[in-house]
């Protein structure tokens, strides 16, 4: 297993998978082992997909401070990972929760970039969250699917704060676009893969400065693909494209029919359009 050192030592791991040019992936969770991104849809036919395990997470160590955990800390691991390739500048890709990361790593580092490509990502680094009522907005699209009553059940005891484990498990449906055998399987390897302690602590006090991250990324030279799940409530497509606004070369791109994770909603469409962006590179047109 390909591994490199952090700055503070902590032995990271990475996954090499696919041919062509190289893409550094960055998983969300947040703090869940790469895993579960797979091939992404097929991406990996047409790019050579890197694949961090965050720290204390996967094939990767523990760190000797949990306080390392913090979104904002993460970022020299990624540019440690970007100078162990030997890589100029990158193509970044990060899907949800890794948004926060990967976006305050176009802040820090504005040059490393080739592209930046944000799936189904969170923005609170721009200090753009998702809400119950966003929850709820993309929960009504789904009142017609045979498991709807009892998920919705459950995630209204989610809402509440009264959830048992059973409840968490009954909402999964709702961050598909298709509640099939896949889909089924892929969700059932969610709390394997994850760290709960370096999830708390993810975004815990200080991880974010919106203003300065703002700022950071106004000048921002890279072409964004930023996209959205039609039925994905994080973000809702009216959200991305809020976060869209907030940078200067972002194209915003809804997927038909998907939800949080779209490369297993429709693999090909996926896989189009990612290449499509990847192959335009910096050349691209904001939209």
């Not at 041919?19 to 579960?36: D, I, K, N, T, V």
């Not at 991406?43 to 094939?59: E, K």
């Not at 989610?158 to 059973?166: E, N, Q």
Request: glycine share 10%.
């Amino acid at each position: 297993m390909p591994s490199f050192a952090a700055p503070d030592g902590t032995e990271l791991a990475y996954h090499v998978v696919g041919e062509g040019e190289p893409l550094l992936c960055l998983p969300g969770g947040p703090m869940r082992a790469s895993g579960y991104l797979g091939a992404l849809g097929g991406l990996a036919q047409r790019r050579c997909l890197i694949t961090l395990d965050l720290r204390g997470t996967g094939d990767s160590g523990t760190p000797a401070d949990p306080a390392t955990y913090r979104c904002d800390r993460q970022v020299a691991d990624v540019e440690a990972l970007r100078a162990h390739l030997g890589l100029g500048r990158v193509d970044l890709l990060a899907h949800s929760a890794a948004g926060d990361l990967a976006l305050l790593y176009a802040a820090r580092h504005p040059r490393r970039l080739r592209t930046l490509t944000l799936i189904t990502a969170r923005a609170r680094a721009l200090g753009i969250d998702f809400t119950e009522e966003h929850r709820r907005e993309a929960a009504a699209l789904r009142t017609a699917e045979p498991w709807f009553d009892a998920a919705y059940d459950a995630y209204e005891r989610v809402w509440a704060g009264t959830a048992a484990d059973a409840d968490w498990d009954a909402i999964a449906p709702f961050f598909y676009g298709r509640w099939d055998a896949a889909a089924q399987a892929h969700a059932a390897t969610e709390v394997a893969q994850t760290h709960e302690e370096a999830a708390e602590r993810y975004a815990s006090a200080g991880a974010f400065a919106p203003d300065a991250a703002r700022a950071g990324l106004a000048g921002l030279d890279a072409p964004v693909l930023l996209l959205a799940g039609e039925l994905d409530s994080g973000p809702l497509p009216r959200v991305a494209e809020d976060i869209a606004k907030l940078l200067p070369r972002a194209e915003l791109v809804v997927q038909p029919g998907a939800g949080h994770y779209p490369w297993l909603d429709d693999p090909q469409g996926f896989t189009w359009t990612v290449a499509t962006f990847l192959e335009r590179g910096p050349a691209g047109a904001a939209v």
